[in-house]
Nanobody, 126 residues
Framework: QVQLVESGGGLVQPGGSLRLSCAASGSIVSINAMGWYRQAPGKERELVAAITTGGSTTYTDSVKGRFTVSRDLAKNTVYLQMNSLKPEDTAVYYC????????????????????WGQGTQVTVSS
């Protein structure tokens, strides 16, 4: 089984910064892409930023120039550096690992799956 553990959320004033981390663990062979989604109260979950194994990144328009996603392949960890935070960035942030290849059991059974973290609250308020 694969587990994603997030950290780094909290309360910050407008204009401040936070750094989120998400570490994947388990019988992982490879992960195609890792990223961050967020869900504000009363709204649908949306993609914030994602990064592939090759380093290609994508961002939602509202965070471009303020957020930076990065990844440590050796540690199966993804980061989200959030600068110039705004009240509208307030949400629960979820880590996602896409197309995770695992191998387990005596036969080396391979599986591909998509996994989510438990979520971490980010609140931007004065």
């Amino acid at each position: 089984q694969v587990q994603l553990v997030e950290s780094g959320g909290g309360l910050v004033q407008p204009g401040g910064s936070l750094r989120l981390s998400c570490a994947a663990s388990g019988s992982i062979v490879s992960i195609n892409a890792m990223g961050w989604y967020r869900q504000a109260p009363g709204k649908e979950r949306e993609l914030v930023a994602a990064i592939t194994t090759g380093g290609s990144t994508t961002y939602t328009d509202s965070v471009k120039g303020r957020f930076t996603v990065s990844r440590d392949l050796a540690k199966n960890t993804v980061y989200l550096q959030m600068n110039s935070l705004k009240p509208e960035d307030t949400a629960v942030y979820y880590c996602n690992a896409d197309r995770v290849l695992t191998m387990s059991g005596a036969w080396g059974t391979r599986r591909v799956g998509n996994y989510w973290g438990q979520g971490t609250q980010v609140t931007v308020s004065s």
